[in-house]
């Protein structure tokens, strides 16, 4: 029996023939090809990052600017030579992706939620890639805490989707953190987070403010049993941002303030991000000096002793008040 073809099949064949973008598909074949396997470590996940993903980009634009933006950023790192060709081609579609994502974020439905949630997961990537960008120190927090509303939003409905093995997958690092700390693994880095509590409870006399900062650093402290007690080999993109999506929103609120004891804890989480093995997980290289170069200059001189040990966990001195990064970066080595 024939088949007629969809109309929209035949309305592409008898339309006049336009120019093909090959820009944009040469960014579509670095993404199917090569980005999408530098993103998790599990085959089924890395399969979903390269036929799931890619299929939501054909049904939601904004979807398909994420992929080409993260696509270009990852270009402008493998190729520095070529930097000033891809990174507009990245800004460009970073841009376009947001500015029509924003009027779905107001209307989550069945129909766009499993988008959604991708678009944000690779809008936090690319801010991950970009060092941040023009984004400030808790604005990308709020971004990953974004991404973490949409599953609450609609659990079942996306494990049930195209991307439900990648929330199996979240799922099993966040069980590794509660069952350490269930264990009770301890790590000796973690010492550093006891003495980090006992000061900000000395120096902290409002309540709910040591209650938040509390829970903070409790929280880091799972992260840290994970990322010191783990091969750095081992360890996912996820184990990086599960403790921004638990941390409470007073913390939150105090980190914009920018109070002191909120910047203190932040630069001790940049440890975190600079366990991860950064050969696998290209977007992270650099990105916990990065974080650091934005909150050290906001240090107040006498909370500078709390901060030693974090300093040198990055790879971070000072020198006659300049700041220095002890394995400097190779140039053009990222985005």
């Not at 959604?116 to 997961?121: A, D, E, H, R, V």
């Amino acid at each position: 029996m024939k088949v007629d073809p969809p109309a929209r099949s035949v309305s592409i064949m008898n339309s006049p023939a336009t120019p093909l973008n090959i820009p944009d598909l040469e960014l579509m074949h670095q993404f199917v090809t090569s980005t999408c396997l530098k993103i998790h470590k599990d085959p089924t996940i890395a399969r979903i990052w390269s036929i799931n993903v890619p299929a939501l980009g054909f049904s939601h634009d904004f979807v398909m600017h994420g992929i080409l933006a993260l696509a270009a950023l990852h270009l402008a790192y493998l190729k520095p030579e070529m930097r000033d060709s891809y990174l507009p081609q990245a800004t460009f579609h970073h841009e376009e992706g947001l500015r029509k994502a924003t009027p779905a974020l107001s209307q989550i439905k069945e129909g766009n939620i499993s988008a959604l949630y991708i678009f944000s997961g690779l809008t936090l990537l690319y801010t991950f890639a970009s060092s941040l960008g023009d984004t400030g120190i808790s604005e990308w927090i709020v971004l990953s805490r974004q991404t973490y509303s949409i599953i609450q939003y609609s659990n079942e409905k996306l494990f049930a989707g195209p991307l439900g093995p990648m929330f199996t997958a979240g799922v099993r690092r966040v069980d590794i953190q509660d069952q350490l700390a269930d264990e009770g693994l301890e790590v000796p880095q973690a010492e550093h987070l006891t003495q980090l509590l006992s000061r900000i409870c000395e120096t902290t006399s409002h309540g709910w403010k040591r209650e938040a900062y509390r829970q903070a650093i409790e929280e880091l402290h799972k992260a840290f049993r994970v990322v010191y007690s783990q091969p750095p080999d081992t360890l996912e993109v996820a184990d990086v941002y599960i403790w921004t999506n638990r941390i409470r929103d007073e913390y939150l609120a105090l980190l914009k303030e920018q109070t002191q004891e909120a910047l203190v804890i932040m630069v001790f989480f940049a440890a975190v991000p600079q366990r991860v093995d950064t050969q696998k997980h290209w977007f992270l290289e650099g990105f916990s000096v990065h974080l650091m170069s934005r909150i050290y200059p906001l240090i107040d001189e006498q909370y500078l002793p709390w901060i030693e040990w974090p300093l040198r966990e990055v790879g971070w001195v000072t020198a006659g008040g300049v700041k220095m990064q002890v394995d400097a970066l190779q140039e053009g080595g990222r985005t």
